[in-house]
Each structure stands twice: as C-alpha cells, then as structure tokens.
C-alpha cells in the first residue's frame, strides 16, 4: 500500500531535479552563446550603452504598470481602490520571481481579489479574463505585422512545422487522457472547469459593459505597447535599430520565457530573449546586451521593490 504521506517529498525531489537540469541547460546555452559571440566584443558593447536611453527604458515600462492595473480593475467584480491595486501590481513582480510564467504574479492577483471579498473561484475568473484579453490584444496587434513581414508564410512552410504539430497534439491527448483516467486528473479537471466558467462569466461582463471593454483592451494595449516602447529603448541605447513591429513580435513570443522552470526564467529568459532579437536582424552581442538590459528595467529592478510592496500587502492584512 503507497504511503500518500511520502508524495510530497518525491514531488520536491522531481522538482529539484527538474529546475537542475534547467539551470545545467540553462548555463550551457548562455556559454555556448557568450563563445559565440566572444567576451571581448560583448564588454565593448556594454560599454557604449547611452545612459539617456536606459533611464528612457525605465521609464516607459511605467506604462505597462498602469496597463495592469487598468485590466484589473476592469474585469473585477468589485470596485477596487487605485493605490492598493497599484502596490498588488508591484507585489506580483516579486511573486514572479517565485513561479515561472507570470503564475505567481496571477496568484498575487488571486489572492488580492479574495482579500477583497471575491470568491476564490471569481477571483481566478477574473485574473484568467485579464490573461485572456491581453491574449487577444496581443495578437490583434501582432498578427499584421506577421502577415506583412512575411514571417507566418516560412513559418507555414517551415519544415518543423508538421514534427511540432505532432508533438502538441501528441501532448494534448496524453494530457487529456491523464485528466479523466486519474483520480487527480478528473480533480484538476474539475477546478479547471470552475475557472474556466468564472473567467467566461467575467469576460462575459467586462464586454456586456462598453466602459468596462474599452478600459480592458486599453489597459492591454499599454502594456504590449509600453512592453515594445521599452524594448525599443534598450535596442537605441547600444546604437541599434530595429522596426517597432518586429519589436512587437519579439514581445509577443516572449511568453516561451515562461517555459523555463527557474526562478524569473533567470538565465534562460535572457538567451531566449536574445536569440529572438538575432532572428530580426541584431548582431549577437548587440541582441545579447539589449536582453540583459531589457530584462533588467522590467523585471529585475522591480524585485525589490516588489518584495516591499508584497511584504507591507501580508502585514496590512491585504494578501
């Protein structure tokens, strides 16, 4: 008979193990990529970073701050106060760090809108409404510039496309298999289906109401656009140039940082980063330093504060 009691400590052991290799894959790729491009050149490109364009950095990705708490807002089923949505929004920046892909920032989120008197399930319906709708503005603006730039053609004509197609759908009928043949399974289904209802019924009346729409996809706007605004900063502070909308696009695929099971995605977010600005026209070293700067302004520099606000939230009684 399995002793239930012995699970969770295998399940910590799995997970040591599995952000291990990610940090031994992690520390290979940005070795090999630092060789690559050759130290020497690299700390020549950091020294002629412009000053002026990183405090411009800085200070346009407060534009992505006011974006999310905007969406927010607008989606919660109560009225929630400017100052403290603000504070839970530098709170999540600390909470990223924890979990990977944005997952502890949502959870911060979660947890805020409960404290608010929302219920668990509403709370993560209208967090997963915000997701949503950024989803969708996220495309709506990267899809044309797709198109136009002939970048979807290749990729419809790639030859990975097919072997990666397979491999989704290989993972979606395991995936689905799993949830209804365990017991856990069909338990992690049940809660997905009670998110997945509170986040349509939020969705549902965030655009029942046209104020409640406009401020949602404006909020989402600022933050794709503020998000591209201060990575076209980082790109003139090292002297290069690069179209807003491939900017936008790098943006866009920059949620693949949320697949590395690191703290932040520290590292591996960074030379995922950069091998997207390589694949729109950067040298490599030049793409390397406009990833570590961009990474820096918005989500490093934000730790600490984070750790403030999420710290004074648990004290206050608001988390």
Do not use: K
């Not at 072997?163 to 049940?190: D, E, S, Y």
């Not at 980082?234 to 943006?251: E, K, W």
């Amino acid at each position: 008979m399995i002793d239930i009691r012995r699970r969770a400590p295998r399940r910590g052991v799995v997970t040591m193990l599995v952000r291990c290799a990610a940090v031994v894959v992690v520390v290979v790729t940005a070795v090999a990529f630092v060789r690559t491009v050759g130290s020497g050149e690299l700390a020549e490109v950091f020294g002629s970073a412009e000053p002026v364009w990183i405090c411009a950095s800085l200070a346009v990705f407060l534009v992505p701050l006011l974006g999310n708490v905007l969406a927010l807002r607008a989606v919660a089923p109560v009225r929630l106060p400017w100052g403290l949505t603000t504070v839970a929004q530098l709170a999540g920046s600390f909470g990223n760090l924890v979990a990977p892909g944005n997952l502890g920032g949502m959870a911060t989120n979660v947890r805020f809108l409960h404290r608010r008197g929302v219920a668990t399930a509403g709370a993560a319906g209208a967090v997963g409404a915000v997701q949503a709708a950024a989803v969708l503005v996220t495309v709506a603006l990267a899809l044309p510039g797709l198109v136009s730039s002939g970048r979807l053609a290749d990729v419809a004509g790639s030859a990975v496309l097919v072997p990666v197609a397979m491999i989704v759908a290989a993972v979606l009928l395991v995936g689905g298999a799993l949830l209804r043949c365990t017991a856990t399974g069909r338990r992690l289904a049940g809660r997905a289906r009670s998110v997945g209802a509170a986040t349509l019924a939020a969705f549902r009346r965030a655009v029942a109401d046209p104020g409640r729409a406009c401020v949602t996809v404006a909020g989402n706007l600022l933050v794709t656009l503020g998000s591209t605004a201060a990575l076209a900063a980082a790109v003139q502070a090292f002297g290069a140039t690069v179209s807003f909308g491939d900017l936008l696009l790098v943006v866009a695929g920059s949620a693949l940082t949320g697949v590395v099971p690191l703290p932040g995605g520290a590292g591996g977010a960074e030379v995922i980063l950069a091998a997207q600005l390589t694949a729109v026209g950067l040298e490599p070293p030049v793409a390397l330093a406009v990833a570590v700067l961009y990474r820096l302004v918005t989500f490093w520099s934000r730790v600490p504060v984070g750790w403030l606000a999420f710290s004074w939230l648990r004290r206050a009684g608001h988390l």
